[in-house]
């Protein structure tokens, strides 16, 4: 914990500097409430998500992170019973209008799960374009989307030698940003991370940090995370989840990343980013 | 700061309801979906009345292709493009599902139909003792045999089941280096046919004079006849306990004994007893190895040592036969009879089977 302490007081200094430049809005959320069945896990959850950059949502377990980054890709209305209130926008639409077509969305709106879930049958270069095939899209030049897209994942050099060999023989850490890879292959303008790095060591987790970052120069990503460390490095935004036992969880706050973990307002905020629960 | 909670006011509870916005359809996917099966219905229809030709040829040819048509356009309203592939997989699913459903249904039907004109409590609890085929319906029943089922199956139940969970553990548990050899061996006993069975129990202990023909020979025919099915099943089952509860439990000191009896066998608890079910399933209305080897009776048998006894299957081959109308409609109840049992019994099984873990 002192180690913490230690690390933000470090990079609070650093980030201070840094100037927070405002983007577009690319996504928000007006009033989103989430039930499953009766059960209300989320109550009136307002985010902004600023295009090209890094929004990271943190919060102690069973805070409704999950769930509320899957109604970002309408995910959430797979589950039987769930519901919702409120406005998921994209680019000004919001998502869940009658006439909007989910599978549009999915594909606009990418996603990568906690943990790895590359297609067993698939060797690696078909794993990265089996999102065309299941959508149906045509790229030219697969040779180079697959090229293109494992770089990106920070992937290529490693398995350039094997990419007609099953994606079942990657490691761990290999085969999240192969499916970050995969998820990339469609060109997505947004990208949902749940908890991508939970299952990987630390050096997985440092070149998935790496790619995130170089990803958000293109794209909007937004990540949810139980490292807080890993909030402090890759994220411009930052919204903290909080929920008591029972009831529903709801944002304490949202800013700035410097702001959260440098000059939090709320004393939950102060206690969570320096460890002293959750 | 661009974004702050406080820029939103926080909406009063009463006002937001939890609403499935992903389950509104458009008016116009309403209609088509209308028109697009009431189309092919009168279509349907039409032809059925005018044409003579069968009716799964009339659902196949006409209707399916139809109502495929038909649902395409309703998800093209409704989604678009993609709305055609997930509208006609649906169809299909539900298509392919309804003629079976006709086709069971219909067999269930006529059973209940024909073997209800049976029913009545003597029916249910009398024997067959004085019983000719020429009887009038008020006399006698099938209480024997239902008995005789009972006892028949409960015993090869008792034996297989033990034999059939035994083997299965051989298998994913303790993985000797037998086991391509008995699943070989499980496979290829699964396609014995009863006749041999019951042929197998005659000659090696009937004829022998080891047993009499009796419930206990006929369950040993079953038995035989279950043990594939509920080795097979109990096999999958069990390979779908998680190897980190194995290792979980060893790590805890356990033998493999106890991982096995006290951490894997109940993790799988519902799929043994579904492993129970489909063996007692498989083997509740064989007739032929009952021919064999329990013969018939027309008193109700306690004994399954040493007397002939009657079953619901060698009931109804019994009476089907007859030329007289009431031993026919006593045939259909017995078979009406020997359902309702096997529904009974899974109903109760199951919901036995899907308690909680007692603390």
Not at chain 1, 239 to 250: M, S
Request: with cysteine; glycine share 8%; proline share 6%.
């Amino acid at each position: 914990m002192e180690e913490t302490v230690v690390a933000m007081e470090e990079l609070d200094v650093e980030l201070s500097a840094a100037k927070v430049e405002t983007k577009p809005i690319e996504m928000s959320t007006k009033g989103v409430s989430v039930w499953f069945g009766k059960r209300k896990i989320l109550e009136n959850v307002n985010i902004d998500f600023q295009k090209k950059s890094v929004t990271a949502l943190i919060g102690p377990s069973g805070c409704g992170k999950s769930t509320f980054i899957r109604t970002l890709n309408r995910l959430h209305e797979l589950i039987p019973g769930a519901a919702l209130a409120g406005e998921v926008l994209y680019e000004g639409e919001d998502i869940y209008r009658q006439d909007v077509d989910p599978v549009q969305i999915r594909l606009s709106i990418g996603m990568v799960f906690q943990k790895p879930n590359p297609f067993p049958s698939m060797t690696i270069r078909g794993n990265v374009l089996s999102g065309l095939k299941l959508s149906g899209i045509k790229r030219p030049d697969h040779d180079s989307l697959v090229e293109q897209t494992l770089t990106s994942a920070g992937l290529w050099k490693e398995v350039k030698d094997r990419l007609n060999s099953p994606a079942g023989d990657l490691s761990g850490g290999q085969q999240q940003r192969l499916v970050i890879a995969r998820a990339l292959a469609v060109n997505p303008h947004v990208l949902l991370m749940d908890e991508p790095c939970s299952a990987l060591d630390p050096a997985s987790t440092l070149k998935i940090e790496e790619t995130i970052r170089q990803l958000s120069k293109d794209i909007t990503i937004i990540i949810v995370t139980h490292n807080m460390q890993q909030a402090v490095r890759v994220s411009d935004y930052t919204a903290f989840f909080l929920a008591e036992e029972n009831q529903p969880g709801y944002v304490v706050e949202q800013g700035p990343t410097t702001e959260i973990f440098g000059n939090p307002r709320d004393q939950r905020t102060l206690d969570y980013v320096n460890g002293r629960f959750g | 700061m661009t974004i702050l909670m406080s820029e939103v006011p926080p909406i009063r509870k009463e006002d937001i309801a939890p609403q499935r916005p992903w389950s509104r359809r458009p008016a116009s996917f309403w209609f088509a979906a209308f028109l697009g099966t009431a189309v092919p219905f009168a279509i349907f229809g039409g032809l059925f009345f005018v044409t003579e030709l069968p009716v799964p040829v009339l659902l196949i040819a006409f209707y399916l292709p139809l109502q495929l048509i038909g649902a395409g356009l309703a998800g093209y309203s409704a989604k678009g493009k993609h709305g055609i592939a997930d509208s006609s997989i649906i169809v299909l699913a539900i298509g392919a599902t309804t003629l079976s459903a006709i086709v069971l249904g219909s067999m269930l039907l006529i059973i209940i139909v024909r073997g209800f004109a049976a029913m009545r409590p003597s029916f249910i609890f009398q024997n067959s003792v004085y019983i000719s085929p020429s009887t009038p319906l008020e006399y006698g029943g099938i209480g024997h045999a239902i008995v005789g089922t009972f006892l028949i199956v409960g015993i090869a139940t008792i034996i297989s089941v033990p034999f059939g969970i035994a083997t299965a553990v051989y298998v994913t548990e303790i993985r000797g280096r037998a086991v391509p050899y008995v699943r070989f061996f499980i496979q290829a006993m699964s396609g014995v046919p009863s006749v041999v069975a019951g042929l197998f129990v005659l000659t090696v202990f009937i004829l022998t004079g080891v047993l009499s023909q009796s419930a206990i020979a006929a369950a040993i025919a079953y038995a035989i006849l279950m043990l594939p099915t509920v080795a097979r099943t109990a096999e999958e089952v069990l390979k779908l306990v998680p190897e980190d509860l194995r290792t979980g439990a060893l790590a805890l000191g356990s033998t493999r004994a106890r991982v096995v009896l006290n951490v894997v066998i109940p993790a799988a608890r519902t799929g043994i007893i579904t492993a129970m079910l489909l063996g007692i399933a498989r083997v509740v209305g064989e007739t032929a190895p009952l021919l064999l080897t329990a013969l018939k009776n027309d008193q109700t048998v306690l004994n399954p040592l040493s007397d002939p006894i009657s079953a619901l299957p060698t009931f109804i081959f019994d009476n089907v036969a007859q030329p007289y109308p009431d031993a026919v409609t006593r045939a259909w109840g017995a078979a009406l009879a020997l359902m309702i049992l096997v529904s009974i019994l899974f109903t109760v099984t199951r919901f036995l089977s899907a308690r909680k873990p007692r603390r």
